[in-house]
C-alpha cells in the first residue's frame, strides 16, 4: 500500500513561506503529477514526502503511519531525479546493486532482482556496460531499475524526463506509463510540462504560489477548471479569456471555437462576434489561427482558434462563435461561476453574451 497524506503543510525558507496550510491525499496505486512553473513549490513538496527537506510543520502520513520525522532511509519510498545520480565509475548491474548489498540482501537474492527489474525495463543485455557508454534514456532506466529493486512503496520522480530530447521524451512517457500498470505502485511524478501532466497522469495536482489550484483527473481539469489560472495552464495553446462589461470573465478554448469567412452569426452560437486573421500556422492536420476582435468592453484583443480546416487565408474577415457549451465564467476573483452552483451570476453572464 502506498497512500500519501499531507496535512496543514507549512515550509518556509528563513522568513519567506513557500508552503502554507497545504493539504493532499493521493491515493494508494494513483500516478499523481504535482504540475505547474518555476517555483510553485511542486519540488519542495515532493522533497517533503521524501524526507530530504522536512516541512516546517504539519503532519505526513504514509499509509496511516505518521512519518513526518521518519529518516528517509526508512520510508519505503525511492526517488528518481532529474540528473539521473547513477555512478559513473560503476557498472549497469554495479548501480542496481548498490543499495541491495548495503541493505545486506543475500547474494542469490540480489542476483534474482537484479535479472527481474533489469528485464522489466529493458536493462537486460547492458549490465555489464558504464554509463557513459550509455544513451540519456539508457541511464534514465538505470536510475528507474535501481529504485523499482527496492520494492517501494512510493516512487518519486523530479523531473525525470527534462534532460532527454523530445522524441526519447515521448517515448520514456510511454514506457514509463506502462511500467506503473505493471507495478501498480504510487508514482508521485514533478514537471513543469503540462503535456507530460495530461498524458501520464491519474491524477494532476497543479500547483501555483505554493497552492494547490485543482486537483482532478487530466479530463476534469481539462473540461472543468475551477479557475482562470487552470483554465490557462491546462490546454494549449492556453485559452482565451476576455473581459465582461459586468466585470467577470469569460472563457473559451481555441479547439472549441467555430469559424468562418464573413460575418453571419452561426445558427448555433451563444456568443458571437467578427474579427480579422492576423496569422495563420500549418500545423499539419490542425491550423492556428491568431485573431483580432473588439471585446464587450470594447477593448481590441487577439484570440486564437485552433481548427481541421486550414483553408481560411490570412487577413479574411471572419465571423467567430462559440456554442453555450463550450463557454466558461469567471468572476472578479478569477474563480469559476458554474451554473450547477451559482445559477443567478452564470444567468446574468449569459445574458450579457445575449446582448439582453
Known sequence: MGQIVLRNICKSFGDVKVIENLDLTIEDGQFAVLVG????????LLRIIAGIGPATSGELYLDGEEVSDLAPGKRDIAMVFQNYAIYPNM??????????????????????????????????????????????????????AR????????????E???????????????ELIELHNK?????????HDQVEAMSMADTIVLMNNGEIQQQ???????????NVFTAQFIGTPAM???????????????????????????PSAAYHTTGRIITRE????????????????????????????????QDSQISLDVEQGALFFFDKDTKRIRESQRAEEYAACMRLIRGE
Open 37 to 44: 512553473a518555476s517555483g510553485c513549490g511542486k519540488t519542495t
Open 91 to 144: 557498472t549497469v548491474k554495479g548501480n542496481i546493486e548498490f543499495g541491495l548489498k548495503n541493505n545486506h540482501v543475500p547474494k542469490a537474492e540480489r542476483e534474482r532482482l537484479i535479472a527481474e527489474v533489469a528485464e522489466s525495463v529493458g536493462l537486460t543485455d547492458l549490465l555489464k556496460r558504464k554509463p557513459n557508454t550509455l544513451s540519456g534514456g539508457q541511464r534514465q532506466r538505470v536510475a528507474l
Open 147 to 158: 529504485a523499482m529493486v527496492k520494492k517501494p512503496k512510493v516512487f518519486l520522480m523530479d
Open 160 to 174: 525525470p524526463l527534462s534532460n532527454l530530447d523530445a522524441k526519447l521524451r515521448v517515448q520514456m512517457r510511454s
Open 183 to 191: 507495478l501498480k505502485t504510487t508514482f508521485v511524478y514533478v514537471t
Open 216 to 226: 482532478a483527473s487530466p479530463e476534469e481539469i481539462y473540461e472543468d477548471p475551477n
Open 240 to 266: 482565451n479569456i476576455l473581459p465582461m462589461p459586468n466585470g467577470c470573465f469569460m472563457g473559451f478554448r481555441p479547439e472549441k471555437t467555430l469559424m468562418s469567412e464573413g460575418w453571419d452569426k452561426a
Open 282 to 313: 500549418m500545423l499539419g492536420s490542425e491550423t492556428l489561427y491568431k485573431v483580432q476582435i473588439s471585446t464587450m468592453t470594447g477593448e481590441q484583443t487577439t484570440v486564437m482558434v485552433k481548427l481541421t480546416d486550414g483553408s481560411i487565408r
